[in-house]
């Protein structure tokens, strides 16, 4: 979340950058500041009728020291209302402050100066396009009638078992998926990232650490009885490990990656564009993540974007980087680039990753700190980005692939699968 001292001394910038990402609730803004005043007006108060009741405290000790009994009961009497006076304060300090810290998390985090200005997708920025769009044969298929054709992916047999959205991979299908989450994890230990196994469920505290609540209850699985989240992605819990941690500055940069499945609802997805695997209830991802130095940590994001970009050409799939626009962002991040790989049969761009930084905004929920070189202690940046998903990965991977022998498997990934080609 935001820092309330920031906002309180940047009223006129966090309106400003807020008004970027289209926050409809710009009148939160002012009550904040509103409260915060009011809680630090009492708190003076508290910590001024505190001071005199110690002082009191103090001057009966000394009285009754000197054998002045009658005067310590009068300072007595005179201070008796302290205690409830203090009492008091501090009730209403603490309703404040559980108010103060309602409304601020219902503020997104503020973009970057580099963000778009813009409402949908529309307005997204494309930075670059790389690699050339293959040439199909007019009888080239989508890939959803590629997995029946091949019977690698069966998402009727999936709506059977749990429903629609959750496809059963099948023969080479299911190996196609191993050999891309063994790659992704080798190609990201090559790049200094640290794997770990993690749950694939996780708390209230957790979810609300990284941002997902109160911003998504909606697009996250519940489990009621437990009071508990399946992860929309690896982020969460990894980003987690680190919460109420004060880290040394020279552990930065701390990179991580995990494999997990990943759940979300998708509430309200429908249409052609969600057909076959362009958007599942369940779905595989390694993801990277990194915690740094406030001062690397828009460098950091331009090295994840170029690492991601890597695994795309070795993939052999034409691709472009977006910076998204402020109405296009998500509600935690303050710059996000996008990486889309083209579909050829589908004759459109498939979006495959998200590069974020979040600035201070995750950290100071995690309260993930770190004492800087003149000994204060500071927020951390942190970083994610998908490297990567796989479901619009296979679908670009089969659609640009398919020869009179069957599917052309990327050179990179056959040691991996042990077949050149799915037929």
Same mark, same amino acid.
């Given at each position: @979340? ?21 926050? /409809? ?11 915060? =005043? ?25 009285? @009754? ?44 985090? +503020? ?15 494309? %930075?670059? *396009? ?10 080239? +298929? ?27 991979? /099948? ?44 911003? /998504? ?15 929309? *992605? ?16 020279? &552990? ?42 406030? =001062? ?8 994840? !974007? ?22 296009? @962002? ?8 996008? @990486? =889309? %790989? ?13 590069? !974020? ?20 202690? &500071? ?6 980005? !998908? ?37």
């Amino acid at each position: @979340m935001l820092q309330l001292n920031y906002i309180r001394e940047n009223r006129d910038t966090v309106i400003e950058r807020l008004a970027v990402k289209h926050f /409809k609730e710009i009148g939160l803004v002012d009550e904040i500041i509103s409260l915060d =005043e009011d809680r630090r007006k009492i708190q003076a108060e508290s910590d001024a009728l505190s001071g005199e009741a110690n002082a009191a405290a103090k001057q009966i000790g000394d009285l @009754m020291r000197q054998g002045k009994k009658e005067e310590a009961e009068a300072v007595k009497s005179q201070s008796s209302g302290y205690k409830e006076q203090v009492k008091q304060l501090l009730d209403k300090l603490g309703a404040i402050e559980i108010e103060l810290n309602d409304k601020i998390v219902q503020l997104p985090n +503020l973009p970057h100066q580099s963000v778009p200005v813009g409402v949908s997708a529309d307005d997204n920025e494309v %930075v670059l *396009t790389n690699g050339e769009i293959p040439a199909l044969s007019e009888d080239a +298929l989508p890939h959803w009638e590629l997995l029946n054709k091949y019977d690698i992916v069966d998402l009727e047999l999936g709506v059977k078992v749990a429903g629609a959205g959750f496809p059963i991979y /099948k023969g080479k299908g299911a190996k196609l998926q191993r050999a891309l989450i063994n790659f992704f994890l080798d190609q990201a230990a090559e790049q200094g990232y640290e794997e770990v196994q993690v749950p694939i469920l996780v708390n209230e505290d957790s979810a609300f650490a990284t941002g997902q609540l109160p911003d /998504k209850e909606g697009q996250m699985y519940y489990v009621n009885n437990d009071n508990l989240y399946l992860i929309p *992605t690896a982020e969460v819990p990894v980003t987690n490990i680190y919460r109420d941690v004060i880290v040394k500055e020279a &552990q930065f940069p701390i990179k991580h990656c995990a494999y997990t499945p990943c759940f979300r609802r998708e509430a309200g997805s429908y249409g052609a564009h969600v057909r076959g695997l362009n958007r599942l209830h369940q779905f595989d991802k390694v993801e990277a993540v990194q915690i740094v130095h406030p =001062e690397k940590s828009y460098d950091v994001l331009e090295e994840m !974007s170029l690492y991601v970009q890597g695994l795309l050409k070795k993939l052999e799939l034409p691709y472009r980087v977006l910076r998204l626009c402020g109405g296009d @962002m998500g509600f935690a991040s303050a710059l996000t680039y996008d @990486m =889309e %790989v083209y579909s050829s049969a589908q004759k459109r761009w498939l979006e495959v990753s998200s590069v !974020s930084n979040f600035e201070t905004y995750q950290a100071n929920r995690l309260k993930v700190r770190f004492k800087n070189s003149e000994g204060k202690m &500071q927020l951390a940046h942190t970083l994610n980005g !998908s490297a990567l998903a796989l479901p619009r990965i296979v679908a670009a991977i089969l659609e640009n692939n398919q020869t009179d022998k069957g599917i052309r498997i990327p050179a990179v990934l056959v040691p991996y699968t042990k077949f050149e080609y799915i037929d």
